[in-house]
């Protein structure tokens, strides 16, 4: 058992292509610096500050700037990326404000893997475990979601590209899905 | 499947981003060391169970993640309305329109 777990919290994907089994292109994402940022909206300002992006003050809204950018996730709460270097600079930002603008900064950046899904069937592939109406799910948004009983962020980057990020445990079961999904596709099923 | 509409995401999405958080609009008393054995388990256990309308909580887990407020009616499972935690509880006068509603 210990074995098995082990085994799945050592999971880094070896190559950055997930080998092609259908009509659209999965590919793992470079690892980026993520953070978990929650803060009452009424601080949202020094926030921006800390991070040099204006966040988004309505859920499934993104703003970038650079390689930062930010998703807002709930009432509270932001999902930050941004690059593996800046990690210290932007923990010492937060942390310089933390004093007068209570909120809680945590670094999430190794829980989770990024996907990415690029191709014309990319949203019918993602609907085969993801129950939300894609078509809603406008390019430049995101949103947390669920994907076959994982907690996932699915950002649409463009019409036909998204970027699914999940626990590092859980993507192996994700990406069997979608690879099997993907070569029903590619079957025609 | 359910849609639900989340007060927050200001959307109607599926059941499964959601996790039914039982009734709603139970305040936790003030003083517990007060309270006899039997009013801390009416407290704790006792709940009311209606056949028809509920007033319940709900949390957008799989989304928001925030816990909000439902108004259900438990013979058909339709959702009547959702609000915000802290918002008052809709009254009768509105429970009984959007019943009318969505019957019509
Ligand atoms: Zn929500």
Known sequence: MEGRMDAYARFRPESSTVPASGPVAIRILPEVARFS?????????????AFGVALPGRIGEIAAFGSRRA????????????EEEEAHVIEAAFA??????????VAIGDRE???SLEGEEAATLLSTGCPIDLERLAPGTGKRTIFD????VLIREEKDRFTLEAWRSFMPHVLGLLETANRELAAGL | MLLIHCPYCEQDLPELEFAYGGEAHIARPA???ALTDEEWRDYLFIRSNPRGVHFERWRHVHGCARFFNAVRETVGDKF?????TGEPRPSEEEVEARLKELSA
């Open chain 1, 149 to 152: 009983s994982v907690s996932v």
């Open chain 2, 80 to 84: 009547l309305m959702t609000y915000k």
């Open chain 1, 37 to 49: 940022l929650r803060i009452a909206p009424a601080d949202l300002g020094v926030a921006s500050e």
């Open chain 1, 71 to 82: 998703l807002c996730l709930g009432p509270d709460e932001w999902l930050l990326h941004a």
């Open chain 1, 113 to 115: 893997i990024g996907i």
């Open chain 1, 96 to 105: 310089e404000r933390y004093a007068a603008t209570p909120h809680s900064l």
């Open chain 2, 31 to 33: 003083d517990p060391s």
